[in-house]
């Protein structure tokens, strides 16, 4: 019996926040496009929360509006971040980043990813040019001379000019395809939760490195914060485990008690930390985006701003293509967009790297290092305001 086989222009991989925004993003353009996705339809619809709450830059808000999913989402799912301070230690000193010096009312955005995902999902859903194949897996993929093609765990078969992988930094279309990675295993998990504080946070974030382990607090509704650990895989079990009121004892301990007591108000989510970085973002027909590109620690909160910006980069390219009657799926257009993608990601990748490695780091050395860079940071205007515009979508 001959499997089905459905012809389509584009096929992507994944309908995560980058596979729904990119799919968005081409909608007008008259490109046929299939998603397949392996959760459910209702799950796309009303995915589950899962602790990850997303800091969006301005540039990031920018194309959500474009895209007409920002309004969608409810006044009460967006926390502005009004300042930022990074903390070494049990030190009192702290690196600030100042709404007021950038010159706008906030940093950035908090965001759940369930929340992005919703909304996401419900701006490509109208579009009859755009198929949604949801609870369904990939698990065969490929190229030929004209096309990429995937197969699915029913047995269908998709045919496409250009296969698109959006299947997350672990991306089993990307190794299907053969294309390498450079990955860093940082042998630790992060443990995200909701926690309800006894004073106010003042909308500001905060980054705490502590002996090899980080807490980033983030503002959310009424003195509520998504706390985000990070431990050594070792030690993830016990603080998953742990009574929840120890576990929160611990978190408030962590972090000097600034926010006096701390209450944990949702259960807590483990995301092991891999960074991932694609060699390259293409292939003869075929391309990788988000998180299946480039997944970055998430300690610098840069993995998901990125992914968007690397999803516009690719929808430019493809409408410049067929404005110009040009094969959307050339390898000079693909080219393109990994070049611009990679010179946005590389500094960034290798940036937060280089400081998580830093920061966690137990040695003489690295202590000393980490004390005098955040000092130099905060005297340094231009260093400052090079992050901030960063953030905000300004030059400094
Ligand atoms: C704790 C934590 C905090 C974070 N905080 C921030 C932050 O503050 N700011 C920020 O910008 N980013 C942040 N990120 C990163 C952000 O969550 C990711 O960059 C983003 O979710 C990646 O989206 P994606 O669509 O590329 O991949 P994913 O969200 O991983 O989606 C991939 C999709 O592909 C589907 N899929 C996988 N394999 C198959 C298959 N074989 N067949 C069919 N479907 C498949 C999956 O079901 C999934 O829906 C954070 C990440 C973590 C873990």
Not at 33 to 57: H, N
Not at 313 to 326: C, D, E, F, H, M
Request: hydrophobic share 45%.
């Amino acid at each position: 019996m001959t499997s089905p086989l459905h012809k389509a222009d584009i096929v992507i991989v994944g309908a995560g926040p980058a596979g729904l925004c990119l799919a968005r993003n081409l909608a007008e353009t008259g490109l046929s496009i299939v998603l397949v996705e392996k959760q459910s339809e209702a799950q796309l619809a009303d995915p589950d929360y899962d602790g990850r709450e997303t800091a969006l830059t301005h540039s990031s808000r920018r194309i959500l509006i474009e895209l007409g999913m920002w309004d969608d989402l409810a006044p009460d799912e967006i926390f502005p971040i009004k300042d930022a301070r990074v903390l070494n230690g049990s030190s009192d000193y702290s690196l600030h980043f100042d709404h007021r010096e950038a010159g706008v009312d906030n940093l950035g955005f908090l965001v759940a990813n369930a929340n992005i995902r919703r909304v996401a999902y419900k701006a490509v859903a109208p579009f009859e040019t755009i198929t949604i194949r949801s609870g369904r897996t990939v698990v065969d993929a490929g190229t030929a001379a004209d096309h990429g093609w995937v197969e699915l765990d029913d047995g269908s078969r998709i045919e496409a000019g250009l296969l698109i992988a959006a299947d997350s930094r672990f991306s089993p279309t990307r190794e299907m395809l053969g294309l390498a990675i450079d990955k860093i295993d940082f042998d630790r998990v992060c443990i995200v939760s909701k926690m309800a504080l006894e004073r106010p946070h003042d909308a500001t974030a905060y980054e705490c490195f502590r002996n090899d382990e980080t807490l980033a607090i983030l503002p959310l509704h009424d003195d509520h914060v998504s706390a985000v650990l990070t431990v050594k895989t070792q030690n993830s079990r016990a603080m998953l485990d742990a009574d929840p009121a120890r576990f929160a004892a611990e978190i408030s301990d962590q972090f000097g008690h600034r926010f006096g007591a701390m209450k944990l108000v949702s259960d807590r989510f483990s995301y092991p930390l891999f960074a991932t970085f694609a060699k390259s973002f293409h292939k003869h027909r075929f391309a990788v985006v988000g998180d299946a590109a480039v997944g970055m620690n998430p300690g610098t909160a840069h993995g998901f701003n990125l992914g968007l910006l690397g999803t516009d980069i690719l929808a430019q390219q493809i409408k410049q293509a067929r404005a110009s009657g040009l094969d959307f799926a050339s390898r000079t257009v693909l080219a393109k967009y990994t070049d611009a993608h990679r010179r946005n990601c590389l500094p960034l990748y290798h940036g937060t790297n280089f400081l998580i490695q830093l920061y966690t780091n137990q040695s003489a050395p690295a202590k000393v290092a980490r004390h005098m860079m955040l000092r130099a940071a905060n005297k340094i205007v231009p260093v400052r305001k090079l992050i901030m515009s960063t953030l905000t979508d300004r030059r400094a």
